[in-house]
């Protein structure tokens, strides 16, 4: 994994190489790109962005490049993708269960603990399964995805106690995503939820509305929420995919050379996106506990008992439980 700025050098080399003139004239295709974290270069959504944007430069020879808009300046991550999905912006990167509404056998990826490890996401994700389900919402919603990005688990922070077992959860209120997988992982736990747009995360955690949430790791500490919490357990109970799709009719309607700069840019953003993710993982979590979180990491044995309802009650309008197990030994 190389470090952003490291990329950075090494992609300017690589445009020397190549004759890439790097951004000397204005591109002919500029596409918006969307996402909701902060515009901080160290953060893994803009870092990816900056990625793809350099990469684009290169491989499209200065034809095509990005227009970044973060911290949600688009929308929220359901509006913004809405918008991908009419065309009124080109590119976001986003959490797939923030846009499982368009193709819900999508959700698939929100099944609480069908990832075992970044590098075992990563095998589906770029397998033929995960083709296979990308291929399915490219059809249905007239969104194609350009890859997943395996951006960090979600675990459980609280401003109340420590939770070591899924009784711990009973009379907190978690701020989750407005996902019916996600509420179901929660009310199987025996959890209480309320879904919001992350937008509001932080204002609803500091106002006491709700007691916690469980976002994924890289955005949990990009929005600062160490300043209202207390406690973080580590429960890694659902992976994160982190969703790069582009609207099908732009993409199908540009040149076939900037269709190919733009699908190896993204494959090559992607890549380093999953080695940066996997790495900063535990050192995010270490930044928590030096903020003054108090870190546990329960058993997850009775957390993995608890969610099985889940799986019996979605496994059918998500693909069947033969999709679930090749997701699982696709991963070995």
Known sequence: MKPLRQFLTAAAALALLLGAPLPAQAAKYVMKFAHNS??????????????????????S???ADIETFPSSQLGDDGVAAKKVQLGSIHVQLVASNNISTFDRRYDIYTLPFLFGSFKGAAKVFNGPVGERIAENFRQKSGVRVLGNIATGFRNITNSKHPILKPADLK????????????????????GSTIGMAPSEAFSALSTKTVDGQDGGSAWAWAQKFYEVQKYLSITRHQLVAGSLIINDKYFSG?????????????RESIDWANAYAEAEEENIVKGFAAKGLKVDRPDLKPFREAVKPVYAKFAGPLGGMDLINKILDAQK
């Open 38 to 59: 902060p515009p901080k270069p160290e953060l893994l959504y803009q870092g990816t962005a900056l990625v793809f944007k350099t990469l684009l430069q290169i491989y």
């Open 61 to 63: 020879r200065g034809e």
């Open 171 to 190: 009379g907190l209120r978690i701020r989750i995503a407005k996902n019916p997988i996600m509420v179901a992982t929660y009310e199987a736990m025996g």
């Open 254 to 266: 540009l040149p076939k050379n900037i269709q190919d700069a733009v699908l190896k840019a993204a």
